[in-house]
């Protein structure tokens, strides 16, 4: 399987042969963990100035990796070993008059903010080494989602990446 992680300043893609059975970090976690501390952690990786540092550095690549495998491996529908998965960490909108219970969350796992974890729908017949496949798997993959994006778009409000991609899409039409 291939997995695209597209946080709010990386985007990575790796090749997963097996997804991990338990959760890759959890010594870096709370011990009362839960998904949304898990997600918040692999959102926190791939925002801000350090992403880029964390990608280059092959442990903390190897964590987001696994982590972000073990999240897909969670959901409802497990996509296939052949198939292309584009995943979106999206910042979250803090509502005005939450944002403390929202900062605390975040802080839980060293993050400024807390992030939603989209799966959108797995493509087929893309490869790592293959970029215009891995562009058009993404593109497919996004444009499937646009009603759900949309219908979002306030929940989403802090992640400009998504804003911009939703603006260039109603420019387009």
């Not at 338990?22 to 952690?41: F, G, H, S, V």
């Not at 909108?93 to 802080?107: C, D, M, R």
């Not at 970029?131 to 499937?144: F, G, I, R």
Request: glycine content about 4%; hydrophobic content about 40%; aromatic content about 6%.
């Amino acid at each position: 399987m291939i997995i695209r992680v597209m946080g709010e300043m990386e985007i990575h893609s790796f090749s997963c042969a097996e997804m991990p059975k338990t959760c890759p970090i959890d010594k870096q976690l709370p011990e009362d963990k839960d998904r949304a501390d898990m997600i918040n952690w692999l959102g926190a990786r791939l925002d801000g100035a350090s992403a880029s540092e964390v990608i280059a550095d092959d442990s903390r690549r190897k964590q987001v990796e696994d982590m972000a495998a073990f999240l897909v491996s969670e959901t409802e529908q497990v996509p296939d070993k052949d198939d292309f998965v584009l995943v979106l960490i999206l910042r979250e909108k803090w509502p005005v008059g939450s944002k403390a219970k929202f900062k605390l969350k975040a802080e839980r796992v060293a993050g400024e903010f807390t992030y939603h974890f989209i799966v959108c729908p797995p493509q087929q017949g893309v490869t790592l080494e293959d970029e215009d496949a891995l562009q058009k798997a993404e593109t497919q993959s996004l444009a499937a989602m646009l009603p759900v994006l949309r219908a979002n778009r306030k929940r989403f409000a802090a992640s400009s990446g998504l804003q911009q991609f939703l603006q260039q899409v109603a420019q387009h039409r």
